[in-house]
Each structure stands twice: as C-alpha cells, then as structure tokens.
C-alpha cells in the first residue's frame, strides 16, 4: 500500500516526508523541487507559474499531466484521480489544503463529494500542523486520538441520526440535536466509536494555535 504525498496550492508551513511518492498540484511543484524532493508527478493547469518555470517543472517531473483550465474538475481532485488510477490501495497525504482561498479550501475539505473519490474516502488525509482532516462513510467507525491534538469534531454530510459514544459529549438518541458540525468534543479514555446512519462524515481533529 503506497504512501503518496499531495502537495497543492495553500499554505505549506509544515509537512512530512515519509513517504514512497511525491505529487506536486500546479504551483506546489516548484515549493517540492525547492525542497529538493522527487516530483513523480505533476498535475494542474499552471496558470499560477510562468513559461520558464512550466518549463523546469516538466523537465524535472518524472511524469507531468497539464490539464485545461477549463474543466470540471479542480487541479486537487484532477491529482487524486490520477493517483488512485495508477494505485489504487495508496493512502494520500494532502499537505496546503488550507489556508488562501476559501472556495479552494472548502473545495479540498469536501472533495469525496466526487462520485469517483468517494470509494476512496478512508485513505485520503488533509493534514497542516494544527488540524488532520479524514473521512468515514456509512457504517461503524472507531476513532484513536492523533498525537498533539486536543479537539475532534464531526460534520456530517447526510441524512440520519448520527451517533456518537465514549466522547466527552456523546450524541444518542436520548439527546439527539441536529446540527452540520458537532464541534469540540474531546477524547476521555480510549476510543470513540461513531455510526454514520448514510452519506459521510468528515473527521476533524485540531488544536488551538501555540
């Protein structure tokens, strides 16, 4: 199962790099190469860079997919696609999801909205220093604390009632309230287990700023 990491377009103040393969999304290309890190592949429109450095990045990339600008697809879902259709067991790392544009970013925060991304949902992760992002889809999920993080929440993109046990706050159907995002609950002492009724529930774990 190959670990892949997906650099895209928002902020990149931290990131790791224990990975098997490296994914560069348009301008995010050349902050790799800076880094002195592989580029296997670069994806995007590149209407962000200049000829010269469009240039360097298909001279260097070990394989380089330049799409139109227009398209249905942002230059994120474009990269996972193209992943998981040459890997398709690859658990991905997004590193600048956030931060920038807003559109973008929630664009990154609800990609497996995509019919073609959803099957993928469970080994996809939008990461920065303060916040990891994951999904789950229909069923019974357990979830562990993520080292350095106080907080987890749960936004539910569905229908149904969701439940949530062995959190600080637990959602039942004794006291079940319908809300988008069930924030800032907190782990006690093991894990917490989450039934999704349908559709997806994206994970949030996250802690204040330092």
């Known amino acids: ?18 990975f098997d393969y490296f994914v560069g999304v348009d301008r995010a290309c050349l902050y790799l190469l800076e880094l002195g890190l592989p580029l296997d592949l670069a994806v995007g429109d590149f209407d962000s860079v200049s000829e010269l450095e469009l240039d360097i990045i298909q001279s260097t990339a ?39 544009r807003i559109d973008h970013m929630l664009s990154n ?18 990461r920065d220093k303060q916040n990891k992002i994951t999904y789950c889809s229909e069923g019974k999920h357990e979830f562990l604390p993520e080292p350095d993080m106080t907080y987890i929440s749960f936004l539910q993109e569905g229908d149904g009632e969701l439940t949530i046990l062995g959190a600080k706050y637990e959602l039942t159907s004794s006291n079940y309230f319908q809300k988008k995002i069930y924030s800032s609950n907190e782990f006690v002492d093991g894990p917490i287990h989450v039934t999704v009724p349908n559709g997806y ?7 204040d700023r330092s």
């Open 1 to 18: 199962m190959p670990k892949i990491a997906l650099f895209v377009g928002g902020e990149l103040d931290w990131f790791t790099t224990d």
């Open 201 to 207: 529930v994206i994970i949030i774990q996250t802690r």
């Open 109 to 126: 925060v609800f990609l497996v909205s995509d019919p073609q991304l959803a099957p993928f949902m469970d080994r996809i992760c939008l």
């Open 62 to 100: 070990k394989s380089c997919k330049k799409a139109s600008a227009e398209k249905n697809d942002t230059d994120t879902e474009l990269a996972l696609k193209l992943i998981f259709q040459a890997y398709p067991e690859a658990e991905v790392t997004i590193f600048g999801a956030f931060g920038g």
